[in-house]
C-alpha cells in the first residue's frame, strides 16, 4: 500500500501565495508520475498539473504562469506552489501518484486538502 499525505492548504487573499506538499510513504518500487487535481464544490474534480519522474511537466490553462509543480525522488514528495491565486482556485486539492506496487502500476489519492481564497 501507498499512503499519501498533503499538508499546506487554508485561507488566502486573492492575489496571495500558498505552498502544498504532498509525501508518500508505503511499500511501493518506485513513484513515478505525480500530480495535483482539485475539486471545487459542486463540481468535478480536475487535473491541475502533472510531474514525471524524469520531471517532465504539464499544467491546466487556467494555472499556467501562476502555479509550480516539483518534486523531490529522494523524499518520495511532490510540491505545488500557488501564486497570483484567485477565489476561483477554491477547492479541495488532491494529490495522486502512480506507484508500481508489486510488478503493477497502481493509482493512489491523498486525503485532500482545502484551500480558500477569499477576502
Known amino acids: 500500500q501507498v499512503q499519501l499525505v498533503e499538508s499546506g492548504g487554508g485561507l488566502v487573499q486573492p492575489g496571495g501565495s500558498l505552498r502544498l506538499s504532498c509525501a508518500a510513504s508505503g511499500n511501493f518500487f518506485v513513484i513515478n508520475t505525480m500530480a495535483w487535481y482539485r475539486q471545487a464544490p459542486g463540481k468535478e474534480r480536475d487535473l491541475v498539473t502533472t510531474?514525471?519522474?524524469?520531471?517532465?511537466?504539464n499544467y491546466a490553462d487556467s494555472v499556467k504562469g501562476r502555479f509550480t509543480i516539483s518534486r523531490d525522488n529522494a523524499k518520495n514528495t511532490v510540491y505545488l506552489q500557488m501564486n497570483s491565486l484567485k477565489p476561483e482556485d477554491t477547492a479541495v486539492y488532491y494529490c495522486?501518484?502512480?506507484?508500481?506496487?508489486?510488478?503493477?502500476?497502481?493509482?493512489?489519492w491523498g486525503q485532500g486538502t482545502q484551500v480558500t481564497v477569499s477576502s
Open positions: 510531474i514525471t519522474r524524469g520531471g517532465s511537466i
Open positions: 495522486n501518484a502512480k506507484a508500481l506496487v508489486l510488478g503493477m502500476e497502481r493509482d493512489y
